[in-house]
């Protein structure tokens, strides 16, 4: 299993372009323990704004499907960027 990668203060727009770049499934997991996949419109709409405090998200953990996915996705965290 993928190892979860915790979101931290991540600009929605930006994860978003983001999420629409990786090639395979990317999960939301909550609190409850629900899984949302994110390459849906609809659960990143249901998911996302569960999550969104003051147009950042709060907390959130993901996890990727494909490894090339979460580097993506764990820079972007670090760094607010996927490239450079």
């Known amino acids: 299993m993928a190892t979860p990668i915790e979101l931290h203060n991540v600009d929605v727009p930006d994860f978003l372009a983001v999420l629409d770049s990786c090639k395979g499934n990317v999960y939301l997991v909550t609190r409850e323990g629900d899984k ?6 609809l659960c990143q709409l249901v998911g996302l704004t569960q999550l969104i405090e003051g147009g950042k ?4 953990y993901i996890i990727c499907e494909n490894p090339d996915d979460e580097s993506k996705l764990f820079r972007f ?3 607010g960027k996927t490239e450079g």
């Open 36 to 41: 949302l996949n994110l390459r849906s419109k």
């Open 77 to 79: 965290n670090l760094l």
């Open 57 to 60: 998200i709060a907390e959130a």
